[in-house]
Structures are given as structure tokens and as C-alpha cells.
């Protein structure tokens, strides 16, 4: 029983192709974003972080949420990240926070602070402590939503070519140190430079600096500072630096709402992810450097120094925040946290480790 | 300008939703699965991990796999969620993987082990150092595939009626301390037992124990044992807790790739997010203990009682995977990546809280 005629048939086949393709149009329309980092093409564990989080949207979005990501080579703006995706460039992308104090200095407290929360404490501040709230309070005037990014722990103090017993050995000790730790470094005497990458080894070889911080063993092994300068010294100025993915605001609110929710997953897995990666890469790292360069010394701050550091770093974050009540809203909400937080870590993992080391 | 009849019009019409719903069914087929938990409906922050892993799951995949979990008051079977999910009655679980020790011993060491790694480190050792895939392994008989599912942090020693300051003061103890920390307990010469949560409180008052153990102080406040055995010991036995989930293989293979990777997703970040939870449920607890419950004495167990838990560990992980090279192949590698760690992890948090506790 034929009830069409050929021609009505070849409507009702066109009728329904065209169909189809409006009804799904809407469901499996094609996102195509783009993310721009701070970061150089190989620069693991922190590229492994925006990569790894594309790829995971790009496979439980089933293709419908496109990623690209542009190492710093391609955009040539490691420090533009920020504005690139304030002004729609780039709908998302992946840096540090503390780079935009000169710009926002609001924007200081959320990748890390010295003296400041460590990785577990931090994230527990961000997701139930109320952190999270005040970083999209801070990053709202500028239309961008920001999200935890990627932790590398506890990064390490820096290497020394002189052991440094006293105050007095600081004074007048040429370091690299940029950024708020520098601030500190130069209210106790330090002359305080920033030194490009390339020319770190060079500097310190030659003694154009006495000493440098870079981030801790999975990255410093390989810059070989330890011939130069043997005395590395434990951290103090980034417990716990977390990085940041950022997205546009207006991009975001256009995704449908399960996409919405996969890329809020796939950031907040990779910024897990990167914490525990480069706790294996440090530990890795780590092991290395203690069996095949048994020349280098391990060093703490004697307690002075220690002291000194802190005083410094309450004095000018009293001075920062004098005139910036967000940022001593934020600021006073960690130090409250962590206080609350540190008797716990001291309880458990503390003297855990003290009868276990 | 009308090209159809009304007739046509209306056949068209049914043709078009006919085609549209045949075409969508095998991308929009729905997964209805169920999951079996060993928790309680409000043992918080157990019973959150695997509701917010089906929550998200649900929201990321727009409603095509939804997972409904019933607590151990809905199925009975509290201990019996390997087999439920081995035979299929349900699809996943969420439980500990120690409890199965009696099952198949090869599984004891994924939950966490006396001594053991911290959750960073058992995390780093999980993902990065092989663990997944010798959980993998040791589940593969039961054709259940296991993934973590969620961390407590750090579990306390224990409540104590008078304190405990020699080995001779263990001897004859009458403790509460189940499973395989309880056997070391034994070889220190206690007298270990098992008591029901709802008869502990009142056995501890009434003397017929003398110490148990429970969880940490989010829990064990509730339970009120600091008004009876003030003496609160550190943890020794439970460094890291790590819950797991429970998936059957074959139901696994039968999802799209997109939902298997939403699925894989859900259950690690849901177990990422149960560790930082528990470390703000614990940190807010133990703030109110010290300010609240000023009388309760915290104590770590003196070095040589700690020396002889060691050894009492040592010798019954020995015996026990004399006869069990998969156990022993687990336990090896979990030695050897904790050596590595943890001098990361002292050089880095630790000496870092040295200073700032």
C-alpha cells in the first residue's frame, strides 16, 4: 500500500532531512573557544593544566566544546592574559593571579600568599571557606569569571651561594626575587632584581646576584643552580601557588547549561590534577637531586630571619590594604581560615609526619 | 502558497517526529543505573561523595545517565556492596576497599595502611605512580572496575580513659579498633573488640572498653567520648582514608565513550572534592573542640610505643603477603613510592609548618 505519491514522498524525505538537522541544530551546535596562557608550549606541569582540561571537554562534551589552547609563543603576551580575555580575544585563559597587582592589586591574593595557606588548607578555603565567592567578587568588574587553576605546592626558598646565618648576611645580598616576596626581601635589606629566565645561571655564576628563587626541584634541577650556588633553602613566600583559569563572562552565559557545567568540572579537575602531578614531578625530581648531588645544602631561615620576614610582610600588607577594602576583605577572610585550618593540619598531618619522617 | 494537503500536511508531520526520534534514540539513549552505598542517608561527608558525583553526572550529561544511590538503610547490605555490584544487582558502589580483606585479601591496601602515605602522597601514588592500575589488577577477578572515592584526610589515634605512657600501660587495655589496626593493636597485648557506633558511647563510660577509635573530631564530637576518655591520641593507622568506587565492567562497556569519560570524571573529582570537604568539616570540628572543650588532653603515642606498632606492622604485613604476590607486588610499590614522597613532602609542608604553626 502505497500512500504517497513519488512526489510527495520526495517532500516528506527532504521535509524530514531539514527537520532533523533545525531540531538538532540547537542541541549539537559547535562551540569553537579559544584559551590563551601564560605559559610556554612544554612549560609541564602548568601547560599540562589548560591542555588536559580541553581534551576532557572535548571528550565528555562529545565534540560540541572546542578548546584550543595557544602557548605564550603563539600570542606573544604571557602577561596580557587578563585583557585578552576581558576584551573577547580569547574566550578563556590560564595564568597566575598575583601577576595583575599593578593592574588590580585585588587580584593579588588568589594564586598564593607568604606565610599563607597550604595546597589542602587553600582549597578548602576556596570551596567551603567562601574563597571562591570573593575571587568572582574581585574579578567582576573586570566581566570575567575566574576559577583555581593548578597547584604547584610548596615552592622552595631559593639558592644561596653563602649559607645565611644572621640578618646581617642579608643585608645588601643581590637577589632575584620578583613580585610581593620581593617587597619583603627589600624591607630586610636585600637589593631586589628580576632577571629573564635565560640569563638566571649566567648571573649567579658570575656573581651579578648572590641568590635566586625559581619554584622547587622538578624545575630548579634543571637550571643547574646548584653548582653555583649549593645552599637551597626551604619555602616560605609560596605555600601553595595556585594558578587561574579565567573566562569570559558574556562567552560563558552563552553555553548551554550542561556545557556550562562540563567545563566547570574539567577546570576544577585540572587544577586538582596539576597539585598532585607535580607532587609526583617534585617528589621525582626530589629523589634525584638528593642521590646524584649530595653536595647540596639544605637550608631553613634561622627563626630572626623567619621573624624579620613575617613583620615585614604584615607591615605591608597593612599598608596594601589600608585603602582597598576588598582586598583586606579577602586578605582577612584567609588569615581567619588559616588559623582555623593550621590547628587541624598541626593535629593530623603534622605530627603525623613528625614520628614518620 | 500551500505545496501540501492537509492530509499530507499531517502525515508529513507524524513522518517528521517518526524520523527525529528513531535518528536521536542512540544518541540520546537514557542510562538508568543504580549504586549501593555502605553509608547511612546522613553520614556527611561519606554519603556526599557518591550524591554529588550522580549529581554531576546527571547535569553533565543532560540527563542521558542518571544514577540513583541508595544508602545502606534502602539495600540492607552495608557489607555487601562488592557483590552486589560483582553480580550485577547493582551497577556501582561506594564503600572502602579494606573492608573486603576477608574476600581477597589483595584488595586490604587501597584503602589506606598504617604508617602509610598521606592522601597528596597516596593521590600522587594513585594517578602517577601506578596505583590505578594495580587496583585495576587486583579488582580484575571480580570484573569490577575501581576507582577512589573520596578521602578523609587524616584519621585520629583514638580516645583513652587514663593516658598512655609506656608499653606496659597498653597491656590488657581493652580497646575498639577494628580491622587490620586492630591486629597490630592484639600483638601489643590489648584486648581488641568491635562494638556497634550506637553502644560505644556508654561502654566507654561504663569502663567494659577503655579507648576506641573512631573517626577524627568532625564525628567523634557528636559522639561525645572527650566527657568520659579525655586523652585524644593522633593517628598512626589511618593516614589517609580513602573511600573507592565500584563500577561492573560490563554494564561500563556498554556506555558511549562521552558518558564513560563524564562518568570517570564525575567519580574522580567527587573524590578530590571529599578529601578538601573533610578538611574543612575537621578544621571547623577541632576549632570548636579546643575553644569549647578546653579539658581534653591531646597526645601523641611516646616514640616507643610508636617503634612497636611499627614492628607489630612490619611482621604481620610480612606474614600476610608471604603467600600473596599480588598483595605483596601492592605493598612494595606502595613502600617505595612513600619513600620517595615523603622526603618531598618534608622538605616542603613540613618544615614549611615547622615554622608556622
Redesign the interface.
Known sequence: MN??SKA?KL??AT??LA??ST??MAKDKVYKWKLATTWGPTLSPFIDAPENMAK?VE????GRLIIRVDAANKHKSAFGILDMVKGGQYEMGHSASYYWKGKDIDLLPFTTMP?GM????Q??WF???GGLELMQKAYAKHHVLSFPGGNT??Q?GGWFRKEVKTLDDLKGLKMRIPGFAGEIMAKLGLTVTNIAPGELYTALERGTIDALEWV??GMDINMGFHKVAPYYY???HE?ATELQFLVNEKAYNKLP??LQ??LL??M??SS??M???N??M???A??KI?TEYPDIK?K?FP?PI?DAMKQANKELLTEMSKDHPLLKEVLDSQAAYQK??????????????????
Open positions: 500512500m504517497f510527495t517532500v516528506v521535509a524530514l527537520g532533523l531540531a538538532s576532557l571528550e565528555m562534551s562529545n606565610f597550604t595546597a589542602p588548607e582549597y578548602a570551596y567551603y571557606g605546592g610548596n622552595m622547587g626541584p626551604t619555602g616560605w605555600p547549561k550542561d557545567a562540563i568540572t574539567a576544577k579537575i586538582y590534577n597539585y598532585i602531578q607532587y609526583d617534585s617528589a621525582t626530589w629523589s638528593a639544605i631553613t627563626k623567619m582555623k585550618a593550621r590547628e587541624w593540619t598541626k593535629m593530623s598531618d603534622y605530627l603525623y609526619l613528625k614520628d614518620n619522617l
